[in-house]
């Protein structure tokens, strides 16, 4: 008994340092989710701001509070573990089944795509003179998930001096974009004379969130907002070797710069995107058990929840710890990177879906 309590007080003190920035982060992101149907019925429920970004925001503007010593250790924890069980839940979004019915010609056209993406973001990266982990941040974001897609890669990326400002100006960029994507693309699907089915893989396959994916297609059409839905997810399903990739890259570019064979260089294995996989997996069995129809769906929509909040949460404490002088020295050239990026998916999928016709 006294070695239970002793067991249990040392957890409890190994929690301690870190409850004050939890709480913090916690507290912004409430407010975020509060603020968010707040500022879509201030603009007549024309728009909105999606609580990611109100969190974000939030969360800069605290920056001069944050930055005391007796958060940083709470909301480092939010940024890189919470993040990643967070990430790692999202899995449960996924079915092999939807992914499968694309057909192999969909789904070459969309890997293509996002590959040259993703090395659109490193070339676009070099040319700009931005950090290489920049065009990392806006290649992936861009290529698979948005937000989502950059928080997962920054933890691939090695630290540098920019790397919060960089990863917090890419979720704010890619919620923008994908906004304007939103209402631009399917009216580019009407210009160049795409059937529902064609728009639908158009919009699941350039715009970045999935929030914004949906929005596209069903601005359109039934049956434009379910193909755009299975092609996105397969995006999504898509994470895991993309961020691997990028990460094997990353390392053995640092390796060769660095002058060390890079064939010794350590090439981190994010174990967040394996569960993520191991998560489509699990989704894909248990969504097809008649015996588990009245059980799996509320849990699945349960852990779905708490992934949102702590996607939630982490973005918060990015925010805090992101000074908004920071933000503003990054310049042009960070816009340019991610407007390229968003350009070049957008272009190879339009332009495969006019060849294959």
Request: hydrophobic share 60%; charged share 10%; glycine share 12%.
């Given at each position: 008994m006294q070695a239970l309590s002793i067991a249990t007080t040392t957890r409890l003190s190994a929690w301690r340092p870190l409850l004050d920035g939890i709480a913090l982060s916690a507290a912004v992101a409430v407010a975020a989710y509060i603020a968010e149907p707040l500022?879509?019925?201030?603009?007549?429920?024309?728009?909105?701001?999606?609580?990611?970004?109100?969190?974000?925001?939030?969360?800069?503007l605290l920056h001069p509070v944050a930055n005391a010593p007796r958060f940083q250790a709470g909301?480092?924890?939010?940024?890189?573990?919470?993040?990643?069980?967070?990430?790692?839940?999202?899995?449960?979004?996924?079915?092999?089944?939807?992914?499968i019915a694309?057909?192999?010609?969909?789904?070459?056209?969309?890997?293509?795509?996002?590959?040259?993406?993703?090395?659109s973001g490193f070339l676009l990266a070099r040319w700009l003179?931005?950090?290489?982990?920049?065009?990392?941040?806006?290649?992936?974001?861009?290529?698979?998930?948005?937000?989502s897609a950059a928080l997962a890669t920054?933890?691939?990326?090695?630290?540098?001096?920019?790397?919060?400002?960089?990863?917090?100006f890419t979720v704010i960029a890619m919620n923008a974009l994908s906004t304007l994507a939103m209402l631009a693309y399917p009216l580019i699907c009407v210009w160049l004379g795409f059937t529902p089915a064609q728009t639908g893989i158009m919009l699941g396959a350039t715009i970045h969130d999935v929030a914004q994916v949906v929005g596209a297609g069903q601005s359109v059409s039934v049956e434009a907002a379910n193909a755009a839905i299975i092609v996105k997810l397969f995006r999504v399903f898509l994470l895991l070797p993309a961020v691997l990739i990028v990460g094997w890259w990353l390392v053995h570019d640092d390796a060769k710069r660095a002058g060390h064979v890079a064939e010794k260089a350590k090439v981190p294995v994010p174990v967040f995107a394996i569960m993520f996989l191991v998560l489509c997996l699990v989704n894909s069995v248990l969504a097809m058990q008649p015996a588990l129809a009245d059980i799996y769906p509320p849990v699945r929509a349960l852990l779905l929840s708490i992934s949102t909040w702590g996607l939630l949460i982490a973005i918060a404490a990015l925010g805090l710890g992101t000074?908004?002088?920071?933000?503003?020295?990054?310049?042009?050239?960070?816009?340019?990177?991610?407007?390229?990026?968003?350009?070049?998916?957008?272009?190879?999928v339009a332009g495969g879906l006019i060849v294959l016709g």
């Open positions: 500022v879509k019925s201030a603009a007549g429920g024309r728009f909105g701001i999606p609580a990611v970004v109100i969190a974000l925001i939030i969360g800069m909301m480092t924890f939010c940024v890189k573990k919470m993040l990643r069980w967070a990430i790692a839940l999202l899995g449960l979004r996924v079915a092999l089944g939807d992914i694309l057909g192999a010609t969909t789904a070459l056209l969309v890997i293509v795509a996002m590959a040259a993406t993703i090395l003179g931005r950090e290489t982990g920049m065009g990392a941040l806006g290649g992936v974001a861009t290529a698979v998930c948005g937000a920054a933890t691939v990326v090695p630290d540098y001096r920019s790397k919060a400002a960089d990863v917090a000074s908004l002088g920071a933000m503003a020295r990054l310049g042009w050239r960070h816009m340019v990177l991610v407007t390229g990026t968003s350009l070049v998916i957008l272009v190879i």
